[in-house]
């Protein structure tokens, strides 16, 4: 509802504007004349008042143009093609950008849509009353001819913005609510690596704002299609950047690439990437929390002694070097403290 009071009020503010420039009236009233004269571009459609006589003057000499109580000289007749531009600069703008806000467009078009019907209608009885006069029927055809050429044009505009603003979203298809989702999955992989140069640590709600991403699900699928050197970890309501630190830990060796099975690291049984818990000895398959990858059998694992997460051994002893603090509980942590967990199948 305050998206349609807004068109609507920008609209006719915009109206008033687009409309009323272009035909600048001039009011004159003297002792022995009282006439109006409506100025359109370099005509001028002449009413006498009093004798109720119509006639339509193109070449007026040095007439002087009057707008609310200021003369210009008739030079500045370009001042009435500057609305009209506008409007349709504005909606040719918007059909080769898509990504500019739609209530934009609505604003040109019901705008222009206004401007072309009210300025159609303002000029039909003038058209009429010069079409009585022979020595102008003929000369000015394509005057009013142009008149109603524009009014169509912004007409169209208008019926084409407001279907648009009442017609409701169509709604898209599996495949392509699919497709919309790797785009913008894509975009916020650019986006990151913007924001990864500017921050060590951002709240989660900010940087799901900045990449567009409505939730946490969302986040956590772009992170498994980023690679080392933009991985990130979530520590309670904060996005932490690895940065350096994951570059000078994670190798590639750890780095599992796309295999399909790895050895459990309590039972050596061979197991599926997506598997949280073991299928052989029903133990939950243990996560490095820095790098997110699963520890597999005979890789070393280390644990924090206060909230005992899990994480490679080498990896932990990493980050407790750079950041003397837990990845996960945020606790001041010494090397010397990390808790080495040994692989319970051994050769």
């Not at 571009?41 to 007439?63: I, K």
């Not at 409701?168 to 495949?175: E, I, V």
Request: proline share 4%.
């Amino acid at each position: 509802m305050k998206k349609r009071l807004w068109l609507i009020i920008t609209s006719v503010l915009s109206l008033l504007v687009v409309c009323f420039i272009p035909y600048m009236i001039d009011i004159k009233s003297e002792t022995t004349s009282n006439h109006i004269d409506i100025i359109f571009f370099n005509g001028r459609y002449y009413h006498n008042v009093w004798g109720g006589t119509d006639s339509f003057v193109q070449n007026y000499g040095a007439y002087y143009w009057s707008y609310l109580g200021i003369n210009f000289d008739e030079s500045l007749v370009i001042v009435p093609l500057v609305g009209i531009s506008c409007v349709i600069i504005a909606g040719l703008i918007y059909l080769l950008k898509r990504n500019l806000s739609d209530v934009i467009a609505y604003i040109v078009a019901f705008t222009g849509g206004l401007t072309g019907f009210v300025g159609t209608l303002i000029f039909i009885p003038f058209g009429l009353s010069v079409r009585n006069h022979t020595s102008y029927s003929t000369n000015y055809n394509w005057f009013f001819g142009g008149v109603f050429v524009v009014g169509g044009i912004f007409l169209a505009y208008s019926i084409w913005g407001l279907a648009r603003f009442i017609k409701p979203p169509k709604k898209l298809s599996t495949t392509d609510e699919s497709r919309k989702r790797l785009i913008d999955l894509a975009e916020a992989r650019r986006s990151l690596a913007l924001i990864h140069e500017s921050y060590d640590t951002i709240p989660i709600h900010m940087l799901q704002q900045l990449l567009k991403l409505n939730t946490e699900e969302d986040l956590e699928t772009l992170r498994k299609l980023l690679p080392a050197e933009l991985q990130f970890t979530v520590v309670g309501s904060d996005v932490l950047f690895l940065k350096e630190t994951i570059s000078r830990m994670v190798d590639p060796v750890t780095l599992i690439k796309a295999t399909r099975k790895f050895p459990c690291f309590h039972c050596d049984f061979l197991i599926s990437l997506d598997e949280k818990i073991c299928s052989s000895c029903k133990k939950a398959v243990p996560h490095c929390s820095i790098c997110k990858l699963p520890i597999k059998n005979k890789e070393d694992m280390g644990q924090c002694p206060k909230c005992e997460t899990h994480c490679h051994l080498e990896h932990l002893k990493t980050w407790i070097e750079i950041r003397m603090k837990c990845p996960t509980c945020l606790r001041q942590l010494l090397p010397t403290e990390i808790q080495r967990i040994d692989s319970a199948v051994t050769d």
